[in-house]
């Protein structure tokens, strides 16, 4: 059976890599989460003087981007990659809200975009990978056989997101994730550089109303037709 590639994008907290993750576990394909990686260089760069407080030296940080190494490795137990920053696994750290403050300013940037998407693109050349993000449908991958785009209200997807940074013991309130996934979305959108947008092609889920069980039956009977149908 030949492989395809299968590109999932939408806004913040829509659900993309939980539902990236288990079809790529019913594939047989990897998943790499393309979000982790623009998250790892926001971390980087709030360790190094980069980021801090309210400043942010850009120039500091494109200068230094040859020293920022990223990966990701699978562990067995989670069954999923973890993202590792200069040989460090950084999978907790960089989920925090200070992070999520951040990222979307540091992933406007064209020499950050270009590192990272030629990293994605060699992660994917073998085919057989699910990856999502905000422009994999349109820069990372656009011959992709099956792209996806995942919708939810605002709301509905900073319930989700605090649930989740609650679960982690992290002490946010409810109306910074609120602002958090309203501003990201709009820099996200705006953004010069591979603004986040519908891919012509791409089917559009909207997830307000769907269980976890029903979306992921939805997207697998997709990702099986797609396989048949090239
Ligand atoms: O998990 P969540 O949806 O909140 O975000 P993420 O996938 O971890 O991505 C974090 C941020 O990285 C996004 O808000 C974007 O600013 C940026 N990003 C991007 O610009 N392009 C991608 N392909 C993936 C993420």
Redesign the pocket.
């Given at each position: 059976m030949k492989k395809i590639t299968i590109a999932i994008d939408g806004f913040?907290?829509?659900g993309?890599?939980t539902v990236a993750k288990q079809l790529a576990k019913a594939l047989g394909y990897v998943y790499v989460?393309?979000?982790?990686m623009?998250?790892a260089v926001t971390y980087y760069a709030m360790q190094n003087d980069i980021i801090s407080n309210d400043s942010f030296n850009v120039e500091k940080l494109i200068s230094e981007l040859n020293e920022v190494k990223i990966c990701f490795k699978y562990n067995d137990r989670l069954g999923f990659a973890e993202v590792y920053l200069n040989g460090i696994n950084v999978e907790k750290e960089v989920r925090t809200l200070e992070v999520?403050q951040w990222?979307?300013k540091v992933?406007e940037i064209s020499e950050v975009r270009k590192m990272l998407v030629r990293q994605q693109q060699q992660m994917g050349q073998e085919k057989g990978v699910v990856m999502?993000?905000?422009?994999?449908g349109t820069v990372?991958f656009p011959d992709a056989e099956l792209k996806l785009f995942m919708t939810a209200s605002a709301e509905t997807r900073a319930k989700r997101?605090y649930k989740e940074l609650l679960e982690r013991n992290e002490k946010v309130s409810y109306e910074d994730v609120l602002s958090n996934v309203e501003s990201?979305d709009l820099?996200?959108s705006t953004r010069e550089d591979?603004p986040l947008i519908k891919a012509d092609d791409a089917i559009e889920i909207d997830n307000s109303n769907l269980n976890l069980e029903e979306q992921f039956e939805k997207l697998y009977n997709l990702a099986q037709n797609a396989i048949n149908h090239q």
């Open positions: 913040s907290s829509t993309k890599s989460d393309s979000g982790a623009y998250r999520s990222v979307s992933a999502d993000g905000r422009d994999i990372v997101r990201r820099i996200d591979s």
